[in-house]
């Protein structure tokens, strides 16, 4: 019982999020012909009235259409498992997130497990050794990593190491004359185009691990049975493991599920910046745009994952952690 009404609150939030996100995509300042009228003329150097014509005949959109009716469509769809249509790309979303997911989610993982394994071990470190100068210097760092916005510190990668240094590629996610596919080349290509997000990513999410480990195993490092395992004379390593790090990482652990589900929504800023073809390059190209359709589709896409995981999260957390139990 007690699971159904998970499930039921998790529903009806998917719910309230689907039709405020619908209302709000579509109340934003601007107009989708306006804005795509403006880039043209810049673009060809014509008048906006020009421009505004030739918007009108790429645009497959109708503005006429009454909300209430699109917004009882884009339910329909979504309940066939449609997203809706890019109303600029011409191309249904669920193409568009089948070919942006895998950049994202290859990203993503990647600086994800980086940062949680790398954030972790040093928050048990400085728990460990808190009376110890590794504390400060550790804790200050990551506070400065977790404070920093992520796109000041793509910025300063990409400035430096892409186009002074020229060591990696300023845009892209592979070399334009390579051949797609499963060859060395490629994969090079692939891997090199990737380190930067990667970094960007890491460097940003590896302070939060790190004070979340380092608060979670002082609170452990007070509890009776850390005492016990000292006075038993246990090894340090072993108490390490088998005692603070089991224990102080559940928080983590719930966390860790949480952000997996934010892993579709990638991030606007860094994609943008590094002209990564992501689902956050998407993102921003239809918000910039006014592209209704694919904005609304990532909107609930991204919401569906983040809850979804929450709610594995909570069902999980019950479980790892035995003095919890769901009730029956």
């Known amino acids: 019982m007690h699971y159904l009404r998970r499930v039921f609150v998790a529903v009806l939030t998917m719910l309230i999020v689907t039709t405020l996100t619908f209302f709000l995509v579509h109340s934003l300042p601007g107009d989708v012909f306006q804005v795509v009228a403006h880039r043209i003329a810049q673009q060809q150097s014509i008048s906006f009235e020009e421009a505004y014509l030739q918007a009108k005949a790429l645009i497959r959109y109708d503005p006429d259409v009454p909300m209430g009716q699109q917004f009882v469509t884009y339910v329909k769809g979504l309940l066939k498992g449609d997203l809706g249509t890019s109303i600029l790309y011409h191309e249904s979303v669920n193409k568009i997130v089948v070919k942006a997911v895998p950049w994202t989610v290859f990203v993503l993982s990647v600086s994800l497990s980086l940062a949680f394994a790398i954030g972790s071990l040093l928050g048990m470190a400085i728990a460990w050794k808190r009376k110890t100068i590794l504390d400060p210097i550790v804790t200050t760092i990551a506070s400065i990593t977790d404070a920093m916005p992520d796109y000041v510190v793509a910025l300063v990668l990409l400035v430096v190491f892409a186009v002074n240094l020229r060591w990696f590629p300023t845009k892209g996610a592979y070399d334009s004359g390579t051949v797609a596919g499963f060859n060395l080349p490629y994969i090079l290509g692939v891997l090199k185009h990737a380190v930067l997000p990667v970094v960007v990513y890491t460097l940003q999410g590896l302070g939060g691990w790190a004070l979340l480990m380092k608060g979670s195993a002082v609170s452990v490092l007070g509890e009776d049975y850390i005492q016990a ?22 928080p983590s652990v ?5 952000c997996l589900g934010g892993l579709l929504g990638g991030s606007i800023l860094v994609e943008v910046i590094f002209a990564y073809p992501g689902l956050g390059w998407f993102f921003g190209n239809a918000v910039s745009l006014r592209d209704y359709g ?35």
């Not at 000292?230 to 390490?240: D, H, Q, T, V, Y």
Request: hydrophobic content about 55%; cysteine-free; aromatic content about 6%.
């Open 229 to 250: 395992a000292r006075a038993r004379g246990l090894k340090e390593r072993r108490i390490i493991v088998s005692y603070l790090g089991r224990n102080a990482m559940l």
């Open 254 to 258: 719930t966390a860790l599920a949480m």
């Open 294 to 328: 694919l904005m609304q589709g990532l909107f609930f896409l991204t919401a569906a994952a983040v809850i979804t995981a929450n709610l594995l999260a909570d069902l999980l957390y019950s479980r790892l952690d035995p003095r919890i139990r769901t009730e029956e």
